[in-house]
């Protein structure tokens, strides 16, 4: 089965740096990714993960530790406009399951 | 370079009727996946096809659902006898034809179904 965990909310201040756990138990892995998404709006793809490690993309990051069955993504110099649905989702290998397990997503709020 | 296409982006159904929702891929992406969004839910997978083909259907509910990527035209996710449990956002994404390992997945604007 396919289970992934991320916190339902969180709240940081304008300029801060926020972190926002995922942890995954799947039957199989081949790679993690990161989206964002605004209310009402589509998913927008932020980064991606398949080696341990930490991939950096200007103020975001995101890391992986496939032992542990675990990402982050680090925002930073956060903006008013972060505030927004963040999705960890999993794609377990194989030819035709090339689909996305999506966690609950953690929905961000940003203070002045 | 356009991006995924959906329409019609609002949707409003009365029970028993028909819904048919299409889908665009980016230009070049020939693997198209539909995932519904219930409110206050994650996104969860229906189905995975490639232009003539149903690759994986294993999140479709088994009555009602059907989807289909002509070899010409859109890709069409058709709900028939809607009910009040099938409002949700139904959202379309592709990605590309090749061998990158990547292969990220570009969501449309999605579709918002109202069953009333």
């Known amino acids: 089965g396919q289970n992934i965990d991320q916190p339902t909310e969180m709240t940081a201040t304008e300029g801060a740096i926020v972190q926002i756990n995922c942890t995954y138990q799947?039957?199989?892995?081949?790679?993690l990714f990161w989206y964002q998404q605004h209310a009402g709006e589509a998913p927008t793809f932020l980064s991606y993960n398949v080696l341990d490690g930490l991939e950096e993309k200007g103020r975001f990051s995101s890391f992986l530790s496939r032992s542990k069955g675990y990402s982050y993504l680090l925002l930073k110099e956060l903006q008013m406009k972060d505030s927004a649905s963040y999705l960890c989702a999993v794609r377990a290998p194989g030819g035709g399951r090339r689909a996305l397990t999506f966690g609950s997503g953690t929905r961000l709020q940003v203070q002045p | 370079n356009a991006g995924v296409m959906q329409n019609p982006r609002h949707l409003v159904r009365r029970r028993g009727q028909e819904a048919r929702l299409r889908c665009s891929p980016m230009?070049?992406?020939?693997?198209v996946y539909w995932y519904r969004q219930l409110p206050e839910e994650g996104l969860k997978f229906m189905v995975y096809l490639q232009k003539e083909n149903i690759i994986d259907e294993s999140g479709m509910p088994k009555e009602r659902f059907s989807a289909e990527f002509p070899k010409e035209g859109p890709s069409i996710l058709r709900i028939q006898q809607v009910v009040r449990g099938d409002s949700a956002a139904y959202f379309c994404a592709s990605s590309p034809t090749t061998t990158s390992y990547q292969e990220t997945q570009y969501f449309g604007p999605g579709t918002r179904l109202l069953v009333l």
């Open positions: 230009k070049g992406h020939s693997h």
């Open positions: 799947t039957s199989g892995f081949n790679g």
